[in-house]
């Protein structure tokens, strides 16, 4: 058994100026559309969290592109058959959401054993595509806010 | 006028006197008292204060006039001149022009008579008014007294009523008051009856209505698993899935969701279902076909219809990782679960599967006949089916 994870988290939303996002299906849940997640190890910064993930789940270095804190937080209730994963009475994670802002669509490298797949898909389609409910309030509150700072956006 | 004249009172004049009833004024009264047929005109002014005497004459002509006095005698005139003086009074009273001068006395003669023809008729009148006044008088009295007479008869009466409700002895009035109850509740009765009778009919439709309704809730119950049942025998893998252990505890409606939820995958022969350290999380159910579990190059079970693989990521808690490789050794039908899905739905569809899974490891065990820490894929050289080829 591996060490427990922190229920805090990360959700980068991954798009571009023409708002198409970046989504990956899941290699544990076939089928499974999202954008990058991941939990924050021992004594990681949100931000640095971010940054490792996008790079492990995609190659990409997030540093090179607009990376930003959307300053928005999302309580969920853990699936109980991934609770057996996190200190033992967790049952809520805290998501924080970043938005990575690339240029145009590119080919990602992905980790074999977490994804199967990539695509990029209008945000739209993005929006239905994704099964976690905050994934899909970020991409919708993205293409609502001209995304240029949709953290500054109520 | 003579003084000496003597008056006496007529009939109506002693009526007068005793009941005066404001026909006559007070001087006129004293006057009427005094006069009695013997004293004169002169001693009657002797008598009378001088205010009287000063109308002495004015008085006697009204006196005269109404036939309340009349004259008896003369002291001094003989009776002859007596008429004329009678006539004189008369026509003062009634207010006549004096006694005309150019008259002679056969004119005053005749006229006298036609004034005494009229005054015989206005005292027959009034006689007739008098009689109807004391007629009404008496009527009246006569009502008056029948009036209080009446009131007395009611008062008696009520006064002998509350004498006698007084002398009741209290048991007596006890007892009239409880017949007077007892006639109302033998009235009561007959209504009490009346209501029980509707009350039992009320009953009656309320339970026929209960009834009605657990008919008609068994018939939409009936009618709902028919529906179910007719919709479910529509879904192509429906029969093939009902036969199945996995599915025994499954309703229909449970078991056409989890064929909502489950995808439906075939292989053949030889086909790789799992590899060894692929990840993922669904697991397997063999609708029909047979399946080798291997780990490595041992092969560790024949799994076929009914049973169920690709379960240990899932009920283990380890990260989702194949422990074993899955061929297909015949061609299978398989659905593939993903536990996502199971959480999504139901929590009753949930709990079905999770059982199903846990009475399929259960068996196994019993199966296996060995400890639990030693479950296929842990040992392997000494797993059940590792020694057959």
Redesign the interface.
Known sequence: ??RYKQPVSVLVVIYTAGLEVLLLER??????WQSVTGSCEPGEALRDTALREVREETGLDASRYALTDWHTQNDYEI???WR??YPPGVTRNTEHVFGLQLPCPVDVQLA???HLNFQWLAWQDAAEQV?SPSNRAAILRLAGSGHEHPGALK | MSNKKIYSRTKLGDSVLEDPQGIISGDELLLMALIDGRTSVEGIASKVPPSVRAHLDGIFARLLSAQIIEVTGDAGFGSASENSDLVAAFETSLSMPARQPAGGDAEASRRCTELELELAGVRGKLDAAKARQKEVEAGFHKLKLRVSAYTEVRYARLSKLLRELASYPEHELRAILESELNDALENLQPLNQAMAEQQQVLDKTLSMQSFQGQIHAKQLQSERAADEARMAQAHPHYKKLRGLEFFKGFANAELLQFLEIAKWQEAKAGDTVLNEGDVGMPFFIIVSGAVTVFKGENRLATLDRGDFFGEFAYLSGEEPYRSARVVAETACELLMVDPLDIEFSAVQLRLHVVEALLRGQVRRTLISSKPMDSLPGDDLPNAPDAASP
């Open positions: 058994m591996t290699a544990d849940h076939p089928g499974y699936y109980p058959h057996h994963r074999p054993r977490e099964f």
